[in-house]
């Protein structure tokens, strides 16, 4: 009745406060509905911001009339009429119906999250009709601190944990609400984002993205506009304490008496500091973004101003798709006006996320070579080590390092382009090498660009064109007086000079051993073997004749001819016989017998290198063609295998020569027999039989057994060689897929490879048919077959039927000199050499 009658005093109501949060039913929720249609929430939220600065005030609206107590009791009546989730929809259109309905957002929860999760229609009528901050109305709400903030609308959200997490404060303490906003209509996020969203405290920016149908982009790029700022008021951070303005007083009318406070509070504090702090909150609500692309395009426009943002970008890049990355790249980090650090992280950014034709990027940020020069370096660098370019489309890049107008840029960008090319072995563009010759002449770029020429593995013909034209223009520079003081060009020289060091040049021919020289082309090969040779004659050539072939000297000449060894080639054989001639004119000119044993050492060691890779044909050309190249230094006298004289009065210095020439020619010998220990024809081994001089049989054929046994355990070893017999597969010994034995034709030639080799039964060859054929040698040679041991020029001598069991039988003959395995296997391997020295010494 006292309701009804509208002169209910405040502490009926809170008497219907504590009833109704022990009791329900009808008549409860009826008197609940009459204590809430009797208050106006507008004068209840100016109570609430004023009311404990005026104890006189706040006593006559509390609970028990106490002084410090809360005057707030309309936020437990509607929390307590809004409760039952079966009526709470009913009852809230009933609060809509009144024309203050927007104010009941601040009184609890269940009123706004009934709107936010519900009703959004009815949400977007109370946004439209709540005033803003900032305008010439103040209203309760707007101040933060004396009542839930409008803001918290968006924090309301009643979904599981997920992806959409909950929000920290500044303190890092855990908002335990959940985001609802990605599910309001584009107009509620927009006045939403609009008149809650002012302010640049950390939960408000941790909103403003949350807004992704609303331009909260716009909202974001107006506050990093305004990045770095300084809050504009010192005071607007509100106390929470209660600052006692006024104990007592007197009125006739509360609800004038509260106007007329509210009206003399300062304006309401506004957060507008934008700093770090901030910058890092908007980051980290960006990068919850849905649409990254956007964020990414926002975030990089102010990457040159803001560190943090390009921090960001270059993090969230990763998580969109290559063409999405690609569009950003191109938009935002590689236009001029990004600036170039930005420039440079977006070409880095090419490579690193393997973007599809990056060409057109490369060609963006180049402009026709009108770039700074970080961003030349950077671009050349991606397209040299760049592998899916083709070099007719990237080529023109270089010809920067030929434009007048950027010599003072091209010694920088050519220094940052060798760095790259330094941690790179393979490089994919052929004309590169060419490239880098031309920057070895640009002043402090001379040793790393060749240091980038020795680290190289790939294009070995144009490595070796490159590195002749440079050790050319060395040796000029090392020939010129230079008379410059210091200075670049000054420094230009004795960086070339210090090329042709004997310690550069040995250090620059062992890289080169690492490539795969056998496929450069052989002109160029030799043409750069002649012009390194040119530091050992010049080492040579300063020396007195006595005392040529230091160890110096020697090293050097190894290093020389192991380059040059590379020149004999497998199928190539007839040239080599040329090779020979050409090197052993050239070392006769400055070194003498010395040269020539360092020589057959290479020589010797190359053969050898090359004797597992071709048919034992070919490799008894390789040693005829050796074989008679060493008998020629001994024919012709420039080696011998004699004693000098020591008879009285001879001359002191030819017997030295004579000498050295023995001691040289001794040591070709052994060397040519170690070559033969792993196998020869016996034409061969006459040969070098018939040089040994008298009182030298043991030692040679003790090196050509000694040899043969080593290379024969090496083999065993190395599992090059297989076991003289295999077991019988379940299958039986025939070879599906082969001809048949009726097709066989009697002198036919074949090759085949062992099956099996055994003193009891013979040797066994796969020779394409369907049956193996057996080897007709003799009984103590057929140890010398392996498995797997190829052998060649056979010719069929017999296929015979057995009259009782139908099976065939298929003789096979060695063709005169044949043998015809690989090297090392039957017929010319090392076991043969070897017992034939042990003959010829017997």
């Known amino acids: 009745k006292v309701l009804a009658g509208g002169q209910s005093s405040r502490q009926v109501l809170w008497q219907i406060v504590d009833v109704s949060a022990v009791l329900s039913g009808p008549e409860i929720s009826k008197l609940v509905s009459s204590a809430i249609a009797g208050l106006d929430p507008k004068f209840e939220g100016m109570v609430r911001c004023i009311a404990r600065h005026y104890p006189y005030l706040n006593c006559a609206l509390t609970k028990g009339e106490q002084q410090q107590g809360s005057s707030d009791v309309l936020t437990p009546l509607v929390e307590l009429w809004l409760l039952d989730d079966d009526t709470r929809d009913v009852r809230v259109a009933q609060l809509m119906e009144r024309s203050d309905c927007e104010y009941f957002l601040f009184f609890g929860k269940n009123f706004a999250r009934h709107l936010s999760n519900s009703r959004q229609e009815w949400l977007h009528k109370c946004l439209d009709k709540l005033r803003g901050q900032g305008g010439s109305t103040v209203e309760f709400f707007h101040y933060a601190r004396r009542g839930p903030a409008l803001r918290e609308l968006a924090q309301l959200g009643i979904g599981n944990s997920g992806w959409r997490r909950s929000l920290r404060t500044a303190a890092d303490e855990e908002v335990t609400n959940k985001v609802q906003m990605y599910l309001w209509h584009p107009d509620t996020q927009t006045q939403f984002l609009e008149k809650a969203l002012h302010a640049t405290d950390l939960c408000s920016l941790s909103l403003v993205t949350r807004a992704a149908w609303a331009n909260a982009v716009a909202k974001v790029s107006s506050i990093l506009d305004m990045y770095p700022r300084e809050q504009s008021r010192r005071d607007a951070v509100d106390e929470w304490g209660w600052e006692v303005i006024q104990a007592a007083g007197a009125y006739n009318d509360i609800a004038v008496e509260v106007q007329r406070r509210f009206q003399e509070l300062p304006a309401p504090a506004v957060v507008d500091v934008v700093d770090n702090q901030q910058v890092e909150a908007l980051l980290t609500a960006l990068g919850r973004s849905d649409d990254a692309t956007k964020s990414l395009k926002l975030l990089g426009n102010y990457a040159g101003k803001v560190k943090q943002a390009k921090e960001a970008v270059t993090k969230m890049i990763k998580q969109v798709s290559p063409p999405q990355a690609r569009e950003l790249i191109r938009d935002v980090m590689l236009p001029k006006k990004a600036g170039v650090g930005w420039q440079v992280a977006g070409l880095k950014k090419i490579s690193e996320l393997q973007i599809p034709n990056p060409l057109e ?226 070392l006769l000119v400055i070194g003498g017998p010395y040269s020539l044993s360092t020589l057959a050492a290479v020589v010797r060691d190359r053969v050898l290198s090359l004797g597992p890779q071709v048919q034992s044909d070919e490799y008894n050309q390789m040693l005829a063609v050796v074989g008679e190249f060493f008998s020629s230094f001994f024919s012709s006298g420039v080696l011998s295998l004699s004693a000098p004289p020591a008879a009285f009065g001879v001359d002191a210095r030819f017997v030295a020569n004579e000498r050295d020439k023995l001691t040289h020619g001794t040591n070709i010998l052994l060397r040519w027999a170690a070559l033969l220990a792993n196998g020869c024809l016996e034409s061969e081994t006459d040969a070098l039989f018939a040089l040994c001089p008298e009182k030298s049989e043991i030692t040679l054929a003790e090196t050509l057994v000694n040899a043969a046994v080593s290379m024969e355990k090496t083999l065993l070893s190395s599992g090059r060689r297989g076991p003289r017999t295999q077991r019988r597969s379940d299958a039986g010994w025939a070879h599906s897929g082969g001809i048949l034995a009726t097709d066989v034709v009697v002198g036919s030639q074949v090759s085949g490879v062992v099956t099996n080799s055994s003193k009891q039964y013979g040797v066994f060859l796969d020779f394409g048919c369907v049956k193996d054929g057996k080897l007709s040698v003799p009984e103590g040679d057929c140890k010398n077959y392996r498995v797997g041991d190829e052998v060649s020029n056979c010719i069929v001598n017999k296929v015979e039927v057995s009259g009782k069991t139908g099976s065939y039988f298929i003789e096979l003959l060695l063709a005169p000199g044949g043998g015809g395995a690989k090297a090392g296997s039957a017929g010319v391997s090392g076991r043969a050499v070897a017992r034939r020295a042990v003959r010829w010494l017997a």
Not at 512 to 534: H, I, P, Q, R, W
Request: proline residues 4%.
């Open 361 to 586: 990027l490369y060609r963006k940020a180049w402009n026709d070579g009108h770039c700074q020069r970080d961003i030349a370096g950077n671009v050349l660098a991606q397209v040299a080590t760049a592998s899916d370019l083709s070099p007719e489309d990237v080529k023109s890049f270089f010809d920067f390092f030929d434009l007048p107008d950027k010599e003072d840029l091209q010694a920088y960008v050519a220094d940052f382009l060798l760095d790259q090319l330094m941690e790179s072995k393979e490089w994919t563009l052929p004309f590169l090498p060419g490239v880098i010759a031309k920057l070895a002449v640009l002043p402090g770029v001379t040793n790393k660009a060749m240091s980038a020429l020795r680290a190289n593995t790939s294009h070995p013909t144009e490595v070796l064109k490159a590195l002749t034209q440079v050790m050319q223009t060395a040796r000029l520079a090392a020939r010129s007086e230079s008379s410059m003081k210091d200075g670049p060009d000054s420094q230009l020289f004795k960086d070339l000079r210090s090329l042709t060091s004997v310690s550069t040049v040995r250090s620059c021919l062992n890289d080169l051993t690492k490539m795969d020289l056998d496929g450069s082309d052989s002109a160029v090969l030799l043409a750069f073997f002649a012009e390194m040779l040119k530091s050992w004659e010049n080492l040579e050539g300063e020396q007195p004749k006595e005392k040529r072939g230091q160890s110096e000297s020697v090293t050097l000449l190894q290093s020389l001819l192991a380059i040059w060894s590379k020149l004999l080639r497998k199928g190539q054989v007839s040239t080599w016989a040329e090779a020979f001639v050409g090197i052993y004119q050239r």
